[in-house]
């Protein structure tokens, strides 16, 4: 068993020496980049191991955080969409005390390896694209419900994209853009920018955005809820900004 290495700038001291622990993390995409850049560095140094398990923060699918943690799935940190998080407070499966602001995100595109670059710069240019595009996929995540409850109605395209635009469950949007199985991919930028084979086109114009807070917290039946405390207040320190930037997504302004 190894004993912990204390971060400089972080409240380790708070976790007790010399108790390693697996500690189990759900983390939906969004923050995946960070989150596994970040992770094994904060493992390396605490003596800890990391179980992780990826999921949307929403959703139908079996493997969405919620519903793992229905079906009594071990976790002792979630980092999800923000107001899922709040959700799962309120319902009391989340600490409520324990809740973390992590990184903001944004909705952007991607196209294809080799396709043209659509321009995407003012609303008119996008709309354009969108109409242009012969198929269209998004998350089933929040940035997808934005996109088919309220992007679409901003536009004024509802209508002419039923039948060439769908949600895509479960995998990130950018792999299917890649595979060819969608023209166009909208979701968070932190999820399209690690996708081989697709093409970050930018994000989409900041008069149609919704930005997304992602946070975290400690379930309620966690096993090692101090080790994800430390976890928490690793990935949200100022050190960690420089990672949460070069992966897409924007700081948290404290």
Not at 130 to 155: N, R
Request: charged letters at 20%.
């Amino acid at each position: 068993m190894r004993c912990y290495r204390l971060f400089p700038a972080l409240l380790l001291s708070l976790v007790p020496l010399c108790q390693a622990a697996e500690v189990n993390v759900m983390t939906s995409g969004g923050f995946t980049a960070a989150y596994e850049q970040l992770g094994p560095k904060w493992a390396q140094a605490s003596g800890n191991t990391l179980h992780t398990e990826l999921g949307p923060s929403m959703g139908k699918a079996p493997q969405a955080i919620p519903n793992r943690l229905a079906r009594g799935e071990p976790a002792d940190v979630v980092i999800m969409v923000g107001y899922a998080l709040d959700d799962l407070i309120k319902q009391g499966k989340v600490r409520a005390g324990s809740r973390v602001e992590l990184a903001d995100s944004r909705i952007g595109v991607a196209v294809r390896e080799g396709t043209p670059v659509p321009d995407i710069s003012t609303e008119a240019a996008f709309k354009a694209a969108l109409l242009a595009a012969p198929s269209v996929g998004y998350s089933d995540s929040a940035s997808g419900v934005y996109i088919q409850d309220q992007l679409f109605k901003k536009l004024g395209i509802s209508e002419q994209m039923q039948g060439r635009a769908r949600m895509i469950p479960r995998v990130p949007v950018a792999g299917e853009v890649a595979k060819g199985e969608v023209a166009l991919g909208l979701q968070q930028v932190s999820e399209l920018l690690p996708v081989k084979g697709a093409r970050f086109a930018g994000p989409i114009p900041e008069s149609l955005q919704s930005v997304t807070r992602f946070a975290a917290g400690i379930p309620t039946a966690a096993e090692h809820p101090q080790q994800a405390a430390a976890l928490l207040e690793y990935l949200a320190a100022p050190t960690a900004q420089a990672t949460v930037k070069a992966t897409g997504l924007d700081s948290v302004a404290r």
